[in-house]
């Protein structure tokens, strides 16, 4: 992973998140305007991940017109998931990696993993009202687990695994269900060997304001991650890139 960026929600928050930068003292370079994007503040998280926040982009829209769309564009093939959705890295040191992420960039926790004493060992963060725009769990500095692409319903995954196996995809782990935000999951790797998924249906999640974080005990990992495993295969704990 070279970089992962978070767009702000209006210009003004970026001044704001330049502001905390500097109150918890986290070093950072303002970089200017570039290739279809505007301004972005740039710094290391204690993960071991270069970070960008900006604001300003390109509009590019979703193929289909603002003005009575139809509910899809034509002519789409494979998956075709309509968005990306999240990425979820390794970190070293978990727990301080998730806090600065909670307490300098706001991002709030929909459901965390803990150790009996309660240290977390993985959360799920989120801004947007879905269950996670990027999850940490534990391993090297810098580590990209995947990213995953967002797929409308229940049925879709099947389709998508009918396509990725019509085309010889190495399966990873799936279809199935998550137990930390019920979402069902297909986990797959690219040519490159970076691992993707395919992410949706968390039907049961409702992100108001007063949502309070899930907790997992570390015992209930494997249904956690994969509902209904009783194992977990080897390279879904141990590969990511
Ligand atoms: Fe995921």
């Known amino acids: 992973m070279v970089r992962m960026a978070f767009r702000t929600v209006d210009p003004e928050d970026l001044d704001y998140y330049e502001k905390r930068l500097q109150t918890y003292s986290v ?12 301004r972005a503040l740039r710094f290391q998280s204690p993960s071991g991940h270069t970070v960008e926040l900006y604001y300003a982009m390109d509009y590019t829209g979703n193929l289909l017109p603002t003005v009575n ?10 998956i075709a998931p309509p968005r990306l959705d999240h990425t979820l890295v390794t970190a070293p040191d978990p727990a301080t990696a998730i806090r600065f992420f909670q307490e300098v960039l706001e ?9 009996p004493d309660g240290t977390p060992i993985a959360a799920w963060l989120w801004q947007r009202p879905a269950p996670h725009d990027l999850a940490i769990v534990p391993g090297g500095a810098g580590g990209f687990h995947h990213a995953a692409f967002m797929i409308d319903t229940p049925e879709a995954i099947f389709r998508a695994a009918d396509i990725l196996a019509r085309h010889h995809v190495r399966i990873d782990l799936g279809p199935g269900r998550h137990g930390i935000t019920r979402g069902t999951t297909i986990y797959f790797f690219d040519p490159s060997g970076n691992r993707l998924e395919t992410f949706g ?19 209930r990992m494997t249904q956690g991650v994969s509902y209904y495993a009783t194992e977990l295969n080897e390279s879904f704990l141990k590969v990511y890139t």
Request: hydrophobic residues 30%; glycine residues 10%; without cysteine.
């Open 27 to 38: 070093p950072y370079d303002v970089i200017p305007e570039g290739y279809r994007r505007g």
């Open 69 to 78: 769309p139809a509910p899809w564009p034509d002519g789409l093939t494979g």
């Open 107 to 115: 991002f709030r926790a929909s459901e965390v993993l803990v150790q």
């Open 201 to 219: 249906g968390y039907s049961a999640y409702q992100m108001d304001p007063d949502t309070q974080a899930i907790t997992w005990t570390a015992d």
